[in-house]
């Protein structure tokens, strides 16, 4: 994710990546977080997302992610079967325990309407070229509808300020925002979004910080894209100090705001099986300290699959009653393009837009974590909006 646009890949690059996960059976997988370049919302790095700028003090730089959107507005698109494994890369806690009495009913999730960023790459876009004929359909279907802003930087001192900058606006508007958490140390296993926080103990207290901004409002938290299911390329004993510290990031969510939502990271249809992933997920804490599990950030797999992967995932996860999904949708209206190609895929298409009422049960919420037009490195620079994309995404 945070790799993403912060990097502002070339073709040649996004290629090199793609060959280096097909050579790793473990990550072939992964989420495409990022490729952006520029930071969506505060942080200044968050590795795939680069659509939003939010704002908290000055003009926070999240890194390359993607951007924040405004909350949703339109009726979905449709969906479809989504992209392979190797479409998706992205990436992705101080103790202090919150009792499960403290928190909301599953139902909370699907309370609020989405909360969409006013400063983002498309809203920039569309503002500087109104007479340019495919302005309206990005602006309608894109531009308009709410999206994840996410904090790839590790920032301490400022992390706390920018996501208290979304919240309260949130809070303002009467709207959920959607976070993305994007600093986990190793994160991408060294690929294009590498970076985050120098180590284990530095992201607990960074997540510290993250948490003291949540607000006590609804949120929902996409915790580390990434994190749980491209932690193959680690050790054992590293595989399990990062799951430890993903438990406590868990828990002092839900410590700062108990009405926050915690998704934990549930890779997609096309990567790891249903057992293996939600034995990750266990180790991870996402059944003590989570609210549940997302799925699909940055892929391509159509809804339908998702859904009945994240079922399975939470079956096999065991409970407790109550924890659900969130699935990706953001590009996913024509499901999945052939096997390996993951970088700006022709032929995609945006999928369900935005909402927390998807009337499937155990579904929470269909968001747009990864911002549509934003690339992949393959038809503009890694993170960088690109509007033929987000054109051909709009129609596709």
């Known amino acids: 994710m945070s790799g993403a646009r912060e990097r502002g890949r070339t073709e040649a690059g996004c290629r090199r990546r793609a060959a280096r996960r097909h050579t790793m059976a473990a990550l072939a997988s992964a989420v495409v977080a990022a490729g952006a370049a520029t930071g969506v919302l505060s942080a200044a790095d968050d590795g795939g997302r680069t659509t939003a700028r939010p704002d908290t003090s000055a003009s926070p730089v999240l890194e390359p992610l993607p951007a924040v959107l405004t909350p949703s507005v339109s009726p979905s698109a449709s969906v479809a079967p989504a992209p392979s494994p190797e479409s998706s890369r992205t990436a992705r806690r101080s103790p202090a325990p919150a009792t499960s009495s403290e928190r909301p009913p599953p139902s909370a999730a699907r309370s609020a309407a989405l909360y969409r960023h006013p400063q983002s790459q498309v809203l920039d876009w569309v503002a500087a070229h109104r007479d340019d004929p495919r302005r309206p359909l990005i602006e309608s279907r894109i531009a308009a509808q709410p999206a994840a802003v996410w904090f790839p930087a590790y920032n301490p001192g400022a992390v706390t300020g920018q996501v208290r900058g979304v919240t309260a606006a949130a809070a303002a508007a009467g709207r959920t925002p959607v976070l993305v958490p994007y600093a986990i140390p190793d994160r991408d296993c060294g690929g294009a979004s590498e970076g985050g926080a120098p180590g284990l103990d530095a992201y607990d207290a960074w997540m510290e910080d993250f948490a ?185």
């Open 212 to 396: 003291a901004g949540l607000g006590d409002g609804p949120v929902i938290v996409v915790l580390e894209p990434d994190a749980v299911a491209l932690s193959d390329c680690l050790t054992a004993g590293q595989r399990a100090d990062r799951f430890a510290s993903l438990a406590r990031a868990g828990r002092t969510l839900h410590a700062a705001n108990p009405r926050a939502r915690v998704y934990f990271d549930g890779g997609h249809s096309g990567w790891h099986s249903p057992a293996k992933q939600a034995a990750a997920l266990r180790a991870a804490g996402a059944a003590t300290a989570g609210d549940g599990i997302f799925t699909n950030v940055s892929n391509f797999h159509g809804t339908a699959d998702e859904a009945a992967y994240a079922r399975r995932v939470l079956a096999a996860l065991g409970g407790p009653p109550g924890l659900g999904a969130v699935i990706d949708t953001s590009r996913n209206g024509n499901g999945a393009p052939e096997a390996g190609e993951w970088c700006d895929p022709p032929g995609r298409a945006l999928g369900r837009t935005p909402t927390t009422d998807t009337g499937l049960p155990g579904i929470d919420a269909y968001l747009w974590v990864k911002l549509p037009g934003e690339s992949d490195g393959c038809k503009g620079s890694a993170g960088s909006f690109t509007p033929d994309y987000a054109y051909e995404l709009a129609t596709g």
